[in-house]
């Protein structure tokens, strides 16, 4: 759950005021706790996610707390989802500056045993969705941009947070149908970043490590979710005594909450963050140093 830090909104004067996020996967985890912390700071949120109901909750939340906030249903893999997302940004707040690919799960398997189901599952969702988004995305983004600095040589600034993993940055046994998607994430990443940089469109992705969500919790009793009408499990088998051994490992000791990670891309969306682009944030409580 959300801290009252991010669900209490700042009013006007937030440092994201007068801007315009679309967050996928934003019914849970991870993507609620951006979208309450990105609100709370000044930004209107278009709050996506596969679940409707959840993204009208959240949406709902961050309206009594005083911010703006729109819900939107819809699977990313969708071939109409990226248009409309976007769409909805521009109808319901008349801009995009702020886009965070973060909606994914898990589908584990060794490498011996992978489907080709598996593997192509996991592209999908993690690469060739964001991907098609920030395309979706280039008519409000890059392409607007193009027309402020025709217009007064300035343009605003504008972001994308692409989240992979520290399963994609260095391995993981029994995830590489993930670990081979979330790198594809840290390529496409930097290539957005020398494109757009021009147009003041930076472009970072985030790597965490082990988040308290419910893809790290334990799978058995745990979530699923449908895909192409299969159920898949989501969590880690045995999570507690997984947890345990891993957080011997992290220099912090604890499993990072959503919060936290939230907080770092709150971070990577603020002017304090204005000088930075293509680069890769591993937030992982120091672990892989």
Known sequence: MASSAATAHSGTGG????????????????????????AAHGA???????????????????????????????????????????SEALRAFGGLHILVNNA?????????????????AMLEVHCTAPFRMIQ??????????????????VAKPRCIINISSTTGTHGNAGQANYATAKAGVVGLTKSV??????????????AFGLIDTRLTRAKEGGESILVGGKEV???????????????????LRRVGSADEAAGAI????????????????????????
Not at 136 to 153: C, H, I, Q, T
Not at 199 to 205: E, H, L, W
Not at 236 to 248: E, L, N, R
Request: charged share 20%; with cysteine.
């Open 15 to 38: 440092m994201l005021e007068g801007q315009v996020a679309l967050i996928t996967g934003a019914g849970k985890g991870i993507g609620e706790a951006a979208a309450r912390l990105l």
């Open 44 to 86: 209107a949120v278009v709050c996506a996610d596969l679940d409707g109901t959840a993204a009208q909750m959240v949406a709902g939340a961050i309206q009594e707390a005083g911010g703006r906030a729109v819900p939107l249903a819809g699977d990313v893999t969708a071939p109409d989802f990226p248009e409309r997302a976007v």
């Open 104 to 120: 994914g799960y898990t589908w584990d398997g060794v490498i011996h045993k992978i489907t080709p189901e598996q593997w192509a």
């Open 136 to 153: 979706a995305a280039a008519v409000a983004m890059r392409d607007a941009a193009k027309m402020e600095l025709e217009r007064s040589g």
């Open 193 to 206: 970043a020398k494109e757009w940089g021009p147009f003041n469109v930076r472009c970072n992705a985030i």
């Open 233 to 251: 499990k989501l969590g880690i088998p045995s999570a507690d005594g997984y947890w345990s051994a891993v957080k011997s490992l992290i220099p």
């Open 266 to 289: 709150l971070m990577l969306a603020s002017p304090y963050s204005s000088y930075v682009t293509g680069q890769v944030l591993e937030v992982n409580g120091g672990s892989f140093m």
